[in-house]
């Protein structure tokens, strides 16, 4: 049964930078790929990122490419999404994702 516990949220002016991170348990963390999603008020919920089992892969949102960054500490079970040159439509919520089962997400608010 996989838990996932997303914290690193916050507020932050455009431009900025967050890396929210994600604790997993209950599973073989390291042997499975992991993914980033977000939600924004009234839309669809995005895949933002993905990262392979050894963190070797990612791949990204067209629009987050180039300005997010995904990794993985397979010691600590924990993901991270390193977010830089925020922009007010990053502004969501954002939930990391393994299969069936998500975090409760962590709140993302680029605003000056």
């Known amino acids: 049964q996989g838990q996932l516990v997303e914290s690193g949220g916050g507020l932050v002016q455009p431009g900025g930078s967050l890396t929210p991170s994600c604790a997993a348990s209950?599973?073989?963390?390291?042997?499975?790929?992991m993914m980033w999603y977000r939600q924004a008020p009234g839309k669809e919920r995005e895949l933002v990122a993905t990262?392979?089992?050894?963190?070797?892969?990612?791949n990204y949102g067209d629009s987050v490419k180039g300005r997010f960054t995904m990794s993985r500490d397979n010691a600590k079970n924990t993901v991270y999404l390193q977010m830089n040159s925020l922009k007010p439509e990053d502004t969501a919520v954002y939930y990391c994702?393994?299969?069936?089962?998500w975090g409760q997400g962590t709140q993302v608010t680029v605003s000056s």
């Open positions: 994702n393994w299969r069936r089962f």
């Open positions: 209950g599973f073989t963390f390291s042997a499975h790929a």
């Open positions: 990262i392979t089992s050894t963190g070797a892969g990612t």
